[in-house]
């Protein structure tokens, strides 16, 4: 047998043992065929969490588009305080996170007014004319006052 043929044999022998004996080595060589199937179920699962994240991504996108178009409705005099609250409020149930944040993070007597607190800071910069920024802020205030007396009314 010619010296290039022993080492034919040799090297693959050689290669065996190595895996055999230090199977992290041909992991991180990534030459481990013999893990294929396992590989190809750890990327179809990262594929399925992937695409979570992207429907959940596209949601959370959807749900801060329709919430612009609100305020901008409210700012346009479209829309009232007590509607785009009611829609913040439709909207946010739909992710029970976002009223465990809303209920520790603003205050009020119910979801529904926490709501309308949240639009209220929503509106923030989005007002186009800085000089009438707090005025809107002070009138949006107003018109909560005037919902909350309308829904608890003063007791004689």
Do not use: C
Not at 5 to 22: E, N, Q, Y
Not at 76 to 86: I, K, N, P, T
């Amino acid at each position: 047998m010619s010296v290039r043929l022993r080492v034919l044999w040799l090297v693959p022998g050689f290669l065996a043992v190595v895996a055999v004996a230090h199977p992290g080595l041909v992991r991180a060589a990534g030459v481990d065929f013999w893990t294929v199937g396992e590989a190809r179920a750890e990327l179809a699962e990262a594929a399925a969490t992937d695409r979570a994240l992207d429907e959940r991504h596209d949601a959370i996108l959807r749900r801060i588009a329709i919430k612009e178009a609100l305020i901008t409705d409210l700012i346009a005099g479209r829309l009232s305080l007590a509607e785009v609250a009611a829609r913040f409020l439709e909207l946010n149930e739909d992710e029970p996170g976002y009223l465990v944040v809303l209920r520790s993070a603003v205050p009020g007597d119910s979801d529904l007014e926490r709501s309308a607190r949240n639009v209220i800071d929503y509106v923030g910069e989005r007002v186009p004319d800085p000089a009438h920024r707090a005025d809107f802020r002070r009138r949006l205030e107003a018109d909560l006052t005037r919902l909350q007396d309308a829904h608890y009314p003063a007791v004689p």
